[in-house]
């Protein structure tokens, strides 16, 4: 047989191979290179990268330093374009320096819409690896209009940056040496908005305001005003950014004659050094004792010796790329060979017809999701894109006319910003794009004049406040404005490119009184906003109709299920009067399941938000509800079998239902932490003692086979009310509110405690209670099950250990998912992840497991565990939570079977009795799920994560190991 038919035969093959998992082994740590090789940029690396969207460039030590591309890569390279390296931080940088060891910083901010959410000072190594955060804004709600940070300068191993507030100025110093940081204060009128820039020569602040006034404040606090375009008679200069030389001489741009001006400090004057230029910063290059001036532009950087009009990439990256290239061919190639695998697997195995169906729901559920959600997209862009056009166009002719257009006429130079005619251009641009309002954070509105010279259009007034007026306007938008001053009619952009991004909106005119245009209010949102609304909006509407669609298929699961069981039951019950009617039982555990779980995907983090404000310990404090209910419902495994005995099955069923109905009704009429804590308690009772006496009710079942029988029921009756529960909720969460849900809750367990009567009385004839005098002449002592080392060191090395895990899944992620903007359909689809994960593959594994490894699988699943909880830790992020549900779900396809079968098969505990023994186990497991909660908290909210993490996998490690060589003594000496 040749290679070609062997590999086919392989590829037919059902059985697992030890080939199988070689090819798993491989593709692996090729799946993780790849993800390190993508976050890292390898594979966007090219050979060459021209200078676009240019900034601001420097020049030290002879390298040379470009802020471009809008604002977000920052490239060191030689003089001739040779790259050193590359950052893109994914912040929009404001400014940066280069200091004497090499090291750059830089003033970043972060955007949420157009406005600004955060900022920081960020330094890098000589070889742009991230060094530190220097300082950092978080500004949440309280967002800003502009960055507030301002001139970062290092000299003298100091750095050097100012904070504008609202009429106070501080300057942050910065002792690079042991990082100690200084702050000195001084009143400034308007700070906020009025400083355009700002830089440092040594301590010595100098500071240009929007009205065209260059100030210099020395460390003593001693302010002079050395230059004012007005005193200098040069009105027509518009002084933009700033620079100072390393001989103390002070350079600015003048955006509105395309200049670069030298200050003369002691003429009170400036005189142009460089004419004609693009660049709206400038820097100066003092190292050969003459000073020169490096420029940028679109698409070039202007040096003193030469020009660089793109960057060059060295070998190095590009021998990365290529052998990550290599990297993804050979994954590629085994993940064919193990989908191909295992859909030969899947489509060869023989199926019932209960089986096609569900798949055949399964298919039609996402053929009709595809099919819709494309038909959605196209059609929904359009007409979102259309309604923000509208809307748009409302705001600024609203604006328009809200403007005098003899306000309009009186601002010409940089001493007109702050004047009345200014402000009141401001307070209708503000009055109409309210700040306030979620929608109007993503867009822009401006005012623009034309008055017919050469120099173009122009602006004279922007809502955020970030310049007083602009020059130049690009031709595409001065083409724009002319048209509407031409036409007095709106004029929609579909796309407008600057140094700072793409962006769509709308030209208006501002009209006089006789109908002349007087000027134009511009309007618009960026581009990359646009499309991330709508996909956001598209992504919840398709989550939306995928959680519909998996509601459908659990719902028709359920019913045909149903269906099944009534005719198994019918057709049992005609020869055995006393058989189970296994589908009540099925209908009555799911729905209690349901109920149970219907608040799981968004319960921890709601818990969170109730906590009384000023609370310490949040973390711990919001998982005591959720631990207290786990608790309580691991307590009554031990006193329900008893508890039943003593009022029977009906009473206790329907007491239980009732506390639970309260325990929800609780905490929707009393919102607050403590009415959660009360209702959680009443839950656990409730559920404790509805599902274990689930379990008490099955050895009561008379007939053995009906015993099999019903175990089979609950525990797909339990996975699939724990899923139609999760997914549910999340639906209604979105749909009403999260605190609703708690109302459907304790109105879904008032239906159960309706139905349940007549469901356990039916169930009743298939049902006989021991007598109490026989049960307690069978009970043994506790001394039989932990008199031996073996039942202790298993229950605190392995089980609960193991099931600390599962509270990353059940508490930690819908807090997770809450931090980080995710909704509670977005919760249910990753907990979906988890738990079908474990239902899909959960008898091949737990087969295969035991096959391999014997009892050794349950240290296996514990290890993926260990080894999930270090992915995230390493790797906190959407990312890194996907793959450790992953894991996590493959750990519980056979993490708990195999541990039931040791537990079940040792010497003390076929003595004690497998039965109460089993009591015994889930109580003691319970102790672990209760603790899971704080654990969790304690892991996942400390600093740093990743050690933290660490220390906690390396003492669970060594419980497993512990408990492995207690084991081997044992086989050792025969014991």
């Keep these: 047989m040749g290679w070609f038919a062997k590999f086919k035969a392989y590829l037919k093959d059902r059985r697992v191979h030890k080939s199988d998992i070689i090819l798993l082994v491989i593709l692996l740590p090729c799946l993780v290179f790849l993800y390190i090789a993508w976050t890292g940029g390898v594979f966007s690396t090219r050979q060459e990268y021209p200078v676009s969207q240019g900034y601001q460039a420097r020049m030290d030590g002879g390298w040379v330093y470009v802020l471009d591309s809008g604002h977000s890569t920052l490239t060191k390279a030689s003089t001739d374009g040779s790259i050193i390296y590359r950052v893109s931080p994914g912040l929009y940088v404001d400014g940066f320096c280069v200091g004497e060891d090499g090291c750059v910083y830089l003033n970043a901010s972060s955007f949420g819409g157009m406005t600004v959410v955060g900022e920081q000072i960020l330094a890098y190594d000589s070889t742009g ?37 609202e009429d106070e100025i501080v300057s942050h110093c910065v002792n690079l040496s042991d990082m100690s940081h200084s702050e000195t204060s001084f009143t400034y009128a308007n700070a906020f908005r009025s400083v355009s820039d700002a830089c440092f020569d040594g301590r010595t602040l100098y500071i240009l305001d929007r009205n065209g006034t260059l100030f210099r404040i020395q460390a003593d606090g001693l302010r002079e005003r050395i230059y004012n375009v007005d005193f200098a008679e040069e009105k027509e200069r518009v002084p933009y950014r700033i620079s100072v030389s390393d001989a103390g001489e002070v350079y600015y741009t003048d955006i509105r004659s395309r200049t670069v001006q030298h200050v003369l400090i002691k003429d009170g004057r400036s005189e142009t050094v460089v004419e004609d230029t693009d660049s709206v910063t400038v820097d100066v290059d003092s ?80 053929i009709t999701t595809v099919l819709t959600g494309s038909i959605m997209i196209n059609s929904f862009r359009k007409a979102y894109t259309d309604k923000i056009n509208e809307e748009l166009i409302v705001c600024a002719v609203s604006t328009a006319n809200s403007i005098r257009s003899e306000d309009v006429l009186r601002i010409n130079e940089p001493g007109d910003y702050g004047s009345d005619a200014y402000l009141r251009l401001s307070a209708a641009m503000e009055y109409v794009f309210d700040r306030s309002i979620g929608i109007n954070r993503n867009t822009y509105c401006n005012i623009l004049r034309y008055d017919g010279g050469e120099e173009g259009a122009y602006s004279i007034a922007y809502l955020d406040g970030t310049i007083g007026t602009y020059y130049p306007l690009s031709a595409f938008e001065t083409d724009e404005t002319i048209t509407v001053y031409e036409t007095k009619k709106p004029v929609i952009s579909e796309a407008i490119e600057d140094i700072s991004g793409t962006y769509f909106g709308v030209k208006v005119p501002i009209l006089d009184v006789e109908g002349n245009c007087a000027g134009v209010v511009s309007a618009g949102t960026q581009v990359v906003l646009l499309q991330e609304l709508v996909r956001n909006m598209i992504v919840r509407v398709l989550t939306s109709i995928l959680l519909f669609a998996i509601i459908a298929w659990f719902l028709t699961s359920e019913v045909i299920a149903y269906a099944k069981n009534v005719d198994v039951y019918r057709t049992g019950a005609e020869t055995r009067p006393t058989m189970l009617p296994g589908h009540l039982f099925r209908l009555l555990i799911v729905l209690i399941f349901a109920a149970y779980n219907l608040e799981a995907s968004f319960l921890p983090s709601y818990i969170m938000h109730q906590l009384p404000e000023g609370s310490e310990n949040t973390a711990v404090l919001a998982s005591l509800p959720y631990t207290v209910n786990v608790f309580i419902i691991g307590l009554t495994a031990i006193f329900c079998s008893r508890f039943v005995r003593g009022i029977g099955l009906l009473r206790t069923l329907m007491l239980s239902l009732a506390l639970a109905f309260a325990g929800n009704l609780l905490i929707f009429l009393v919102p607050g932490y ?58 209604l969460a979105v749909l009403v509110g999260q605190r609703l849900v708690f109302a459907a809750g304790a109105g879904l367990w008032l239906l159960i405690l309706l139905l349940s009567g007549g469901m356990m009385r039916k169930m009743s004839g298939a049902i006989v209670i021991p007598d109490k005098q026989a049960a307690k002449e069978k009970s043994g002592g506790l001394r039989t099950l932990f008199g031996n080392r073996f039942v202790p060191t298993f229950m605190i090395c392995i089980q609960n250990p193991y099931v600390v895990f599962s509270s990353f899944v059940m508490y930690y992620l819908p807090i997770f998912c809450d931090e980080h903007g995710y909704s509670e359909t977005s919760t249910a689809l990753m907990l979906l992840c988890y738990a079908e994960l474990s239902i899909l593959v959960g008898d091949t594994m737990v087969e295969r497991t035991r096959k391999w490894m014997g009892n050794g699988a349950m240290y296996a699943a514990l290890g993926i565990n260990i080894l999930a909880l270090l992915i995230f830790a390493w790797k906190p992020e959407l990312i890194g939570m996907l793959a450790a549900l992953l894991l996590l779900g493959l750990s519980a396809s056979f993490g708990k079977p195999v541990q039931q079968k040791y537990f079940i098969d040792l010497p003390q505990v076929k003595s004690y009795g497998e039965d109460k023994a089993m009591g015994i186990y889930n109580f003691t497991e319970n102790i672990g799920e209760s603790a899971g909660p704080v654990v969790m908290a304690w892991l996942m909210f400390s600093t740093p994560l990743l050690s933290t993490v660490v220390s906690f996998c390396s003492a669970v490690t060594v419980l497993g190991a512990l408990h492995s060589v207690i084991v081997r003594t044992n086989k050792t000496t025969g014991q």
């Design 129 to 165: 690896e991230n060094l530190r955060v220097i300082d950092e804004r978080d500004y949440g709600e309280d967002f800003l209009s502009k960055h507030a940070f301002h001139g970062v300068s290092e000299k003298n191993g100091e750095l050097h940056y100012i904070e504008c507030k």
């Design 287 to 366: 190292s050969t004792g003459v000073e020169r001036y490096i420029l940028t532009d679109e698409s070039s950087v202007q040096l003193p010796d030469g020009v660089i009009m793109a960057f060059r990439n060295s070998a190095g990256p590009m021998v990365k790329k290529y052998l990550a290239c290599a990297v993804a061919a050979v994954a590629l190639i085994l993940a064919v060979i193990l989908v191909l695998r295992v859909l030969n697997a899947a489509l060869s195995r023989k199926r019932t017809n209960m089986q096609q169906i569900i798949f055949a729901a399964i298919a039609m559920s996402l």
């Design 674 to 731: 403590s009415s959660i804590m009360g209702g959680m308690a009443l839950i656990g009772i409730g559920v404790g003692l509805s599902t274990n006496m689930m379990y008490v009710l099955l050895t009561y079942v008379s007939d053995s086979h009906d015993q099999v029988w019903g175990l089979s029921i609950y525990n797909a009756a339990v996975m699939a009310g724990i899923n139609l529960g999760m997914v549910g909720g999340s639906v």
